[in-house]
């Protein structure tokens, strides 16, 4: 019996080359303005138009300020990026959700939350964390530039089939652990390269129980794990999060879209290439010491030793915390920080706000904190200010920003000061990252809200 991902890849193989990869149609293509320029260039030399246009939609998110988006853009860059998309998605024809609309925000979280992304379909995007769009139960992956430009002129791309993987995840969740903290527990576990190769099938009850929001967050890092993808089969959850959203099959159209996608499932006798077992009751909240996502802890735990390091680990290690500041068998919480920021495809959805807003109500920001709070939308924002959410985080004295990537990559002005402690709840920790020299630690809303109201790295379960 086939696996989903098996069933979703096979019905969009166009063609199989001998000894080579799969011609696989694609439903959504999004593009954004980093990746995109080169692509289109390719077009206009080729004298190419796109193939199947209304199958595209682009959207600036990356160069975004969030602030002052009514004003030209003050750095030259981000707006050259900007304008570029602008007048490309013009002269092709192309849907963009532009700059200071509504319809405006992260290109991974407007697609889930417009109903753009389906179960069933393949999507991809020039940028790695398309993986987020898995979670509606869709075969969803990043490709590159000149990927993206082949699939705006044929609608197609050639890729070798990964390999499966199932990741089950089994039990209850203590108090405090949310999604994020699920992710960071597998990427610890597998670390950074553990999946590559693969296409990761979450399940088990965790998953299950998760809603969207936390499954959009746990597909969004499969990457980090070095996955080719990651994705959730849809169920009844996924059927009530898209019912009645902007570009979502209506009336009869609807009751013949669930029935399908009710088909879209692992059979009983599946057979994966890899199969994976954990327990939700293993894991507590989590934040990363290091510089790549899977070097990270148990809240309660210290760093790691030298000696409990491989050999073969040990110089990059020491690198790593040199660049962190920190030491072998150090504990971080207490540890002082001086930004935090709530946002990114990976945590900047209404239910992150929700989590935030839980753990300040009724306190305030720690004098020493600067917090960048930015929705990951403006539906989002509309929603923070709908449940008076807003209301709750101004009273504690923070801000909410504009909806744009924000502080998640050094692309904007939002940018970590070199030497300074970063608590996120964006996807990457990497050297530079969030600014040249800013130290990333990558944390869940809950934790990010905890550190914020006392200035150090904290234990949220304290608060709820």
């Known amino acids: 019996m086939n696996t989903l991902f098996d069933k979703i890849w096979d019905k969009h193989v166009v063609q199989i080359v001998d000894d080579g990869p799969s011609q696989l149609y694609i439903d959504r293509l999004y593009c954004h303005e980093v990746t995109s320029p080169q692509a289109f260039e390719g077009l206009r030399e080729r004298g190419l138009e796109c193939f199947r246009p209304s199958q ?5 998110d990356h160069n975004t300020p969030t602030h002052d988006q009514d004003k030209p853009i003050e750095d030259p860059i981000g707006r050259k990026q900007i304008e570029t998309l602008d007048r490309n998605c013009e002269e092709f024809g192309l849907k963009e959700f532009k700059m200071n609309t509504k319809d405006n925000g992260i290109i991974h979280v407007i697609g889930p939350e417009k109903g753009l992304s389906l179960p069933g379909m393949t999507i991809v995007c020039g940028d790695s964390h ?10 969803a992956f990043g490709i590159g530039t000149s990927e993206v430009e082949m699939v705006m002129a044929s609608q197609c791309i050639l890729q070798q089939k990964p390999k499966s993987m199932r990741i089950n995840i089994n039990g209850k969740l203590p108090k405090g652990v949310v999604a994020k903290d699920v992710a960071l527990y597998l990427m610890a576990k597998l670390t950074t390269s553990g999946a590559t190769g693969y296409f990761v099938e979450y399940s088990g009850d965790v998953v299950r129980n998760m809603s969207m929001e936390g499954r959009l ?3 969004n890092l499969s990457i980090e794990m070095g996955a080719r993808g990651g994705f959730v089969a849809p169920d009844e959850t996924t059927f009530a999060y898209l019912k009645d959203r902007e570009y979502a099959p209506k009336g009869e159209d609807w009751e013949k879209a669930v029935a399908y996608w009710k088909t879209l499932k692992s059979g009983d006798d599946a057979v994966f290439d890899k199969e994976i077992n954990f327990e939700g009751a293993d894991i507590e909240p989590r934040i990363t010491y290091g510089t790549n996502p899977g070097m990270g802890i148990g809240i309660t735990e210290k760093i790691p030793s030298l000696e409990e390091i491989p050999a073969s680990g040990r110089a990059s ?6 660049y962190m500041g920190l030491k072998p068998d150090e504990s971080l919480l207490g540890h002082p920080i001086d930004y935090v ?5 990976t945590n900047g959805r209404i239910e992150d706000f929700r989590a935030f807003a839980q753990i300040v109500k009724g306190k305030h920001k720690a004098d020493n904190v600067t917090a960048w709070l930015v929705p990951g939308s403006w539906l989002v924002d509309k929603q923070i200010r709908e449940e008076k959410i807003d209301k709750i985080l101004v009273d504690a004295g923070f801000e909410i920003r ?6 998640c990559l050094a692309m904007n002005d939002d940018k970590i000061p070199a030497g300074k402690y970063s608590v996120s709840t964006s996807n990457r920790n990497f050297e530079g990252r969030q600014g040249p020299g800013a130290r990333t630690i990558l944390a869940s809303p809950l934790v990010a809200a905890a550190s914020a109201i006392t200035g150090v790295v904290s234990d949220p379960r304290a608060f709820l």
């Open 402 to 407: 504009q909806p744009g990537c924000s502080a």
């Open 56 to 60: 595209i939609v682009c959207m600036p």
């Open 317 to 322: 290690f020491e690198k790593s915390l040199n």
């Open 130 to 139: 398309t993986s987020t769009h898995g979670a509606v139960g869709a075969v």
């Open 217 to 219: 967050t746990l597909c």
């Open 341 to 345: 920021f709530l946002g990114a495809c």
